[in-house]
């Protein structure tokens, strides 16, 4: 099989196609294959938000999420998603959403929905002066979570170490035009790369396991047209290092934000490349 076959199976408008189970419980699809895969954080986010949308009144879309990732998953298993209802007011709505396999928590998040209003639009930041991504060569993401993903990354002035930070991404097979959905893809792209490649000593934390993820959803767009994802290091210590982003669409607009906190022990990082000398 093919990476673009392999991709091709795993498609994020799959994903996001939720089984109710009860009132306000959902069930995510696993992925197929056998044995155990590590569960995408981007994944499960983004199901979760897909499960609390499920339970708004009609007209109220996601503008913003927070989430914990508490556990590892296991993508070959499916997820149960639990939705509380915290509030439903006259504009907004408010859930909580657990994401457990067995016994075991997973994520945890807090998100938040609103009715469309017109208001000023302002935004304090410009898009990155960069190629299109029809001017560019595809660029292979990491394949266990990439799904049917396309990327392109421009070329970039600042170093970044294993994952760029400033990357066009697409979802190849088209969402559904539900707002809602498309908020999900967003939120499924947010967190496929870190700010923190830029970061001093980088190459010395190794893998950088997510502690949470929040994302504002600024405007409608479209995670199945090419969206440039732009991420930069905020602060590191403490074994922890902090992440923004700012994601635009092709005319410029910021369609969203993120921030996240992932780990950054340079300590543990230096002695398990030792461990494997």
């Given at each position: 099989?093919?990476?673009?076959?392999?991709?091709?199976?795993?498609?994020?408008?799959?994903?996001?196609?939720?089984?109710p189970?009860?009132?306000?419980?959902?069930?995510?699809?696993?992925?197929?294959?056998a044995?155990?895969?590590?569960?995408?954080?981007?994944?499960?986010?983004?199901?979760?938000?897909?499960?609390?949308?499920?339970?708004?009144?009609?007209?109220?879309?996601?503008?913003?999420?927070?989430?914990?990732?508490?556990?590892?998953?296991?993508?070959?298993?499916?997820?149960?998603l639990?939705?509380?209802?915290?509030?439903?007011?006259?504009?907004?709505?408010?859930?909580?959403?657990?994401?457990?396999?067995?016994?075991?928590?997973?994520?945890?998040?807090?998100?938040?929905?609103?009715?469309?209003?017109?208001?000023?639009?302002?935004q304090?930041?410009?898009?990155?002066?960069?190629?299109?991504?029809?001017?560019?060569t595809?660029?292979?993401?990491?394949?266990?979570?990439?799904?049917?993903?396309?990327?392109?990354?421009?070329?970039?002035?600042?170093?970044?170490?294993?994952?760029?930070?400033?990357?066009?991404?697409?979802i190849?097979e088209?969402?559904?035009?539900?707002?809602?959905?498309?908020?999900?893809?967003?939120?499924?792209?947010?967190?496929?790369?870190?700010?923190?490649?830029?970061?001093?000593?980088?190459?010395?934390?190794?893998?950088?396991?997510?502690?949470?993820?929040?994302?504002?959803?600024?405007?409608?767009?479209?995670?199945?047209?090419?969206?440039?994802?732009?991420?930069?290091?905020?602060a590191?210590?403490?074994?922890?290092?902090?992440?923004?982003?700012?994601?635009?669409?092709?005319?410029?607009?910021?369609?969203?934000?993120?921030?996240?906190?992932?780990?950054?022990?340079?300590?543990?990082?230096?002695?398990?490349?030792?461990?494997?000398?």
């Amino acid at each position: 099989m093919t990476i673009e076959e392999e991709c091709d199976r795993r498609a994020v408008a799959e994903l996001l196609r939720l089984t109710p189970v009860a009132a306000d419980r959902f069930l995510a699809p696993a992925l197929g294959g056998a044995g155990r895969r590590p569960l995408y954080g981007g994944q499960v986010a983004a199901q979760a938000l897909r499960a609390a949308s499920l339970t708004v009144p009609d007209g109220r879309v996601a503008h913003s999420m927070h989430g914990y990732f508490l556990q590892p998953g296991d993508a070959s298993r499916p997820v149960a998603l639990r939705v509380e209802r915290d509030r439903d007011g006259g504009s907004y709505s408010a859930r909580r959403v657990t994401a457990t396999q067995g016994d075991a928590a997973l994520f945890s998040m807090a998100c938040s929905f609103a009715r469309a209003k017109n208001g000023a639009g302002f935004q304090a930041t410009t898009m990155p002066a960069v190629p299109m991504p029809a001017r560019l060569t595809p660029y292979r993401l990491d394949v266990a979570r990439a799904f049917d993903v396309e990327a392109r990354v421009p070329s970039d002035d600042q170093p970044w170490y294993r994952w760029p930070a400033r990357l066009w991404l697409r979802i190849r097979e088209p969402l559904d035009d539900d707002p809602n959905v498309q908020a999900c893809g967003v939120v499924f792209l947010s967190d496929l790369c870190t700010g923190l490649s830029r970061a001093p000593r980088v190459e010395q934390a190794g893998l950088l396991p997510s502690l949470d993820h929040a994302v504002w959803l600024h405007r409608g767009g479209r995670a199945d047209d090419w969206l440039l994802v732009d991420l930069a290091p905020l602060a590191t210590g403490g074994g922890r290092g902090v992440y923004t982003g700012r994601i635009y669409d092709q005319s410029g607009t910021l369609v969203a934000s993120v921030a996240q906190e992932s780990l950054f022990d340079t300590e543990r990082g230096r002695a398990k490349a030792l461990r494997r000398q």
